[in-house]
């Protein structure tokens, strides 16, 4: 049987970053025939990069992917558990293309493939092409895994130690919620050596899907905790491949994603910027960029912006709600050069906001920023056709879908489509509905002029959207 058809009757589809489904459908048939169709969309392949996550499912899928390699000749580096960026840096300094086992945050029963050429991130017509690459899969034998290969893990530390100041966390001390993200083990190493007293929290031998665009509440309550229990400088955590960041202040408050990589983008400079439609309207308000460009939901647009933002403007980045920070241009730091990264980063932001800080409470970097707040949350297991005719309304009608969910209270000033709807109102809140790209969830953004206010609106249309659809269905 050829890939297409076998990747096709998986049901596994590609979402915002990579190739996500249900572990059960991810057989080393499937892993097998993603892996040859992304070889042969490649040219003269000789070598692959391939690293996993701690899901209890990606040994396996890695397993069948190295050995599906290594059926056509093509030799394998093996990273074992790293971060999804520790594994694209090395393979972008080796200039061989590469595959990331991970399911970032969605739940352990899923899992992933993303897809690296040798000069970064798939695109989404790269994605196309390997769903419709026809390559003959057979006689499938899956190999032991390799010895790992700590190259990655040593690379992607000296990438950040070769730019910034051994004594950067000097006399700080930072909590590191480990869980089960991939760069458990290596973010101590990280922080110790820029002289940070470390506190290692929340180690856990399951896997956890922390959402660094949800979080729980019970995981804001335990980081205020830790911070008063360990008297911390700040909490850092990120979700379970890496890629994005979550950073608590002194008082154990997490700063929101995008918030986070607005901070970071000033500390490093950063005169233009591609993100998401569902970013903080702050990045525009603060005026500290000369142009932002608003993209669809995903990596793979916003570094589809990045060549026309690269022809006008010398140090150019983009960074998503999530937190990851992806640096289109070689940038200096302390005037030595960082070179590009063009994938989600949880790493780079992080020690740039800690950097802007200068030695400070995190908490007084909230003053730089307009007093506009942001929440988001999800209703899990609610399906594409479930919000579809919801979402319809929304773009073809926006009125009308206010009074669908009841918020009748509300009057729209303007309406965003370009991923889902996104609904300015006349108080300036601002409302956005969208399917997930990875998993069957309906995320909520919100925004207003007080915290309490953006959580308070996300929870209530949140409701309101489940009771809509539950009566929908029935």
């Known amino acids: 049987m050829d890939s297409s058809v076998i990747i096709e009757q998986s ?21 097998f025939a993603f892996t040859l169709a992304f070889l042969s969309t490649q040219k003269n392949v000789k070598r692959i990069a391939i690293a996993i996550d701690n899901r209890p499912s990606s040994p396996a899928m890695a397993q069948a992917c190295i050995s599906a390699a290594k059926s056509v000749g093509v030799e394998v580096d093996y990273f074992g558990v790293i971060p999804t960026p520790a594994l694209a840096y090395t393979a972008q300094i080796a200039q061989v293309p590469a595959i990331m086992v991970t399911g970032s945050h969605i739940p352990f029963d899923r899992n992933g493939l993303k897809f690296y050429t040798n000069t970064g991130e798939i695109t989404k017509q790269d994605e196309i092409a390997i769903m419709s690459e026809t390559v003959a899969v057979e006689n499938i ?52 050596a820029f002289g940070a007293d470390v506190v290692c929290l929340g180690y856990s031998d399951e896997f956890v899907p922390i959402d660094t665009e949800a979080v729980a509440d019970a995981d804001r309550v335990q980081a205020r905790k830790w911070a008063s229990e360990h008297k911390l400088d700040a909490v850092f955590s990120t979700d379970g491949d890496g890629d994005r960041p979550l950073l608590a202040d002194e008082n154990g408050d997490y700063f929101t994603g995008d918030a986070l990589c607005l901070l970071a983008a000033k500390s490093l400079n950063i005169e233009a910027l591609g993100i998401p439609v569902s970013c903080t309207s702050s990045v525009e308000l603060t005026g500290f960029f000369n142009t932002v460009k608003r993209t669809k939901i995903g990596s793979p647009y916003v570094i589809e912006a990045f060549a026309g933002l690269l022809n006008n403007y010398a140090a150019v980045a983009g960074f998503e709600a999530n937190g990851g920070f992806l640096l289109a241009s070689t940038i200096l730091i302390n005037n030595k050069p960082l070179i590009s990264l063009p994938t989600r980063d949880a790493v780079l932001p992080v020690l740039a906001t800690l950097t802007l800080a200068n030695g400070a409470n995190l908490s007084a970097l909230n003053n730089l920023l307009p007093e506009r707040f ?11 056709a479930q919000s579809g005719p919801l979402i319809e309304l929304g773009v073809n009608t926006p009125s009308k879908l206010l009074n669908a969910l009841n918020l009748n ?11 889902g709807v996104r609904l300015t109102l006349t108080n300036d809140d ?24 953006a959580k308070q609106l996300a929870l209530n249309v949140l409701s309101k959207v489940k009771s809509y659809v539950t009566h929908v269905v029935a």
């Open 11 to 31: 049901g596994i589809e590609f979402g915002t970053s990579g190739a996500r489904g249900l572990v059960t459908n991810f057989t080393d048939e499937v892993c």
């Open 141 to 192: 034998a899956v190999l032991p895994l390799p010895n790992t290969d700590t190259r990655a893990f040593d690379l992607y530390i000296k990438r950040y130690l070769d730019v910034y100041a051994s004594d950067l966390l000097k006399n700080k001390k930072i909590g590191i919620f480990q869980h089960s993200s991939a760069g458990r083990d290596l973010y101590p190493v990280l922080f110790k």
């Open 374 to 384: 942001n929440y988001s949350d999800r209703l899990k297991n609610i399906t594409k």
């Open 409 to 419: 209270e509300f009057t729209v000033k303007h309406a965003d489509t370009t991923d």
């Open 430 to 453: 601002i409302i956005h509905l969208r399917p997930s790209g990875n998993a069957p969830e309906l995320r909520c953004y919100t925004e207003s002029n007080s915290a309490n206010n």
